[in-house]
């Protein structure tokens, strides 16, 4: 028996700006294009962006994701194909790629290439850096390493706890990860300036417009879902700005949940789902849209009479047309 059967009538809300941003498409379509120019196999360094579909998809065409360039393994004759991903990768490693003498392409997304041109420059002007984000995200590895290269002196922080023991040093400015919450990341920001009045507030953000917009769109879709409401976020559990959007509807009291792709949606979701009227949808920046329609389609296949409308917060016109040089006619 169907669900719909029992509760027939539910109001389903879809987030927009959801899914893919600029950076993302960018990095993907260069994959694409470095199979299409070089052929099979070709190499990516990590995850391209992180979305479980799109590497297994990637990784059907001939894609082979490694850990570290050293996984590489090629007969003596030829010159394997490296592509970098859209989180960008240290100075270091573009060396051990140039020693190596491997062919590299570099996907990294022009936001976050924005940010290691900051550090690079921090770093050279002597200043010491504030650089918020998780420590471990390979983001946040690539621009540590930027600002190692140039001879600065860095301190992680993830959340304003971090700052109880901390000492910095004058000069200092702050970056971070461009994934974040906006909201914490001020939080973390205003702390850290009382702590250290000397701490040098910059002109914007690094956090990048899609993460930014995605977030504004959820805190939207939460108010019109309610607190009896459900939302429902698309995404693989080790995608930063995923993860922040659970954040952002939990913080306005409503019940969130995340689910990787339909099969997520299982018995025990789908009960939950009988229990509201209005249930609200969307999805993290490296989410492919089939995903969420896969999802839609099951919800309506459950509820037929479900009713469906857009929450549109704003229109989205970035776009990255450059590829790398490489992949250049």
Known sequence: MKYGQLHSCKSLYLASPRGFCAG?????????????RFGAPIFVRKEIVHNACVVKELSAKGVVFIEELDDIAWAEETQPTVVFSAH????????AAKRANLRVINATCPLVERV??????????????????????DEIQG???????????????ERIEDLENLELEEPCKWLSQ????????????????????????????????????????????????GKNGVILVIGSKNSSN???????????GVDAFRLEDADALDAKCMQRLVDTQNIGITSGASVPERLVEEIVHKIVDEFPTTKIQTITTTVENTHFVALPGSLQK
């Open 24 to 36: 993302v498409s960018r990095a993907i379509s260069t994959a694409e294009l470095a199979l299409e």
């Open 88 to 95: 960008g990768v240290s100075p270091a490693v573009f060396e």
């Open 116 to 137: 290691h041109k900051r550090a690079k420059k921090c770093a050279e002007d002597g200043y010491n850096i504030l650089l918020i984000g998780h420590k471990d995200h």
């Open 143 to 157: 621009t540590l390493g930027v600002i190692r290269a140039f001879g600065g002196k860095v301190q992680v922080v």
């Open 178 to 225: 461009t994934t974040l919450s906006r909201a914490d990341t001020l939080k973390i920001v205003r702390t850290a300036a009382e702590k250290f009045p000397f701490l040098e507030v910059n002109a914007g953000l690094d956090i990048c417009y899609a993460t930014t917009n995605r977030q504004a769109a959820t805190h939207e879709l939460a108010k019109t879902v």
């Open 242 to 252: 995923m993860l922040r959007l659970v954040e952002e509807a939990r913080r306005l």
